[in-house]
């Protein structure tokens, strides 16, 4: 079965095998030499000064980014599940919230962002998705962010890029947090989060908030490679892996290859007559409104051996989404459109000519040379 669901995605080989050795303690000089270039890569990655990885889930390192960061009112923006997420994350810890709310197609806009502001200077934290993993959609971070710098540079920028970071690069320069989840772009199993920070928002932390997810505390200990409370070994070693791996491909041609896949898929989609949902589709996954959107999964999964994800809450039934995120061969993309132009026609929509894979093809291989 191929997994191509928008997380979690499968793992390589390599990585496998990586973490296939005996555990290591993690307070030895073996672990912490791992840990040490593992950090070095993952600064590289977020384009950022400082990074800490916390044993949880993506949604602990969104919790963490709120508590640590956010003192008085959290302005979020929520255009789908996890969006919503950051303003229930605030609240349950008491935190006064301004939510801004879109539908799920929909981008937040800045001129909503900036009149927010404009209306309660009590605002010192804002959140939003890079890409709202819900309908497959891209905000457009980096000019909200620019411009919430401009208004106040101490108001903290945190973004959820766990289906964003190892999707696409990410203009950093007004962000202060940075989020990244193992089981999504960086094809690892579930299980760890990482934080990319600014040098603002180490200053902003200070002394941190909270026990576990203290920041100040994992600050402390992830500069000497080492954690505040065991390290999550096994996941460590493997994302040494695959950063290796992705810069041995070199970020640019990997980045590429993403864009791509999902500018391919997604034309594909759309020559067989597929709607794509969101106004603004991010590239890590190819995300369809279609009232048959159950019967094209289970055909998918039953025929042609590949398992894609739904919609959820009031799209449930009436979304597919094809994940694009990860070191994926290009053969399998091409072969998930292929089975999607089948599937179309089984549920007697339209005869199958092959018209899917011609155009993914085409669309791949014009994107993908330099
Ligand atoms: C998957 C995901 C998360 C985190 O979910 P966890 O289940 O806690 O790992 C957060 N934000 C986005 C955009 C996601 O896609």
Known sequence: MLLFTPGPTPVPEAVR???AGPTIHHRTPEFEAI??????????????????VLASSGTGAMEACVTNLAARKVLTVNAGKFGERFGKIAQAFALETV?????????????????????DPDIDAFCIQVSESAGGLRHPVEEIAAAIKEINPEIMVIADGI?????????????DALIAGSQKALMLPPGMAMIGLSDAAVEKIGGGRGYYFNLSSEIAKQRKNT???TAPTTLIIGLNKVLEMIEEEGYESFYRKTRARALATRAALEAIGCVLYPKTPALSMS????????????VLKSEFGVNIAGGQDHLKGR?????????????????????VEWA???????????LASKVFNEVYYANEKR
């Open 344 to 354: 179309y026609d089984r549920l007697d929509r339209r005869a199958y000519d092959g």
């Open 17 to 19: 095998t990586a973490m």
């Open 99 to 119: 939510e801004l709310k879109y539908g799920w197609d929909t981008p937040a806009d800045v001129e909503d962002v900036k009149a927010a502001l404009a209306d």
């Open 35 to 52: 840990f040490k270039e593992a950090r070095e890569r993952l600064r590289r990655l977020f384009g950022m000064d400082e990074c800490v």
């Open 287 to 298: 995300t369809v409104y279609d009232e048959e959107a159950d019967a094209v999964r289970s």
């Open 319 to 339: 979304l597919f989404r094809i994940n694009q995120m990860g070191l994926i061969p290009v053969h399998e993309s091409a072969w998930v459109v292929n089975a």
């Open 163 to 175: 289906t964003a970071v190892g999707v696409e690069p990410i203009d950093t320069s007004n962000i």
């Open 227 to 229: 954690t505040a409370y």
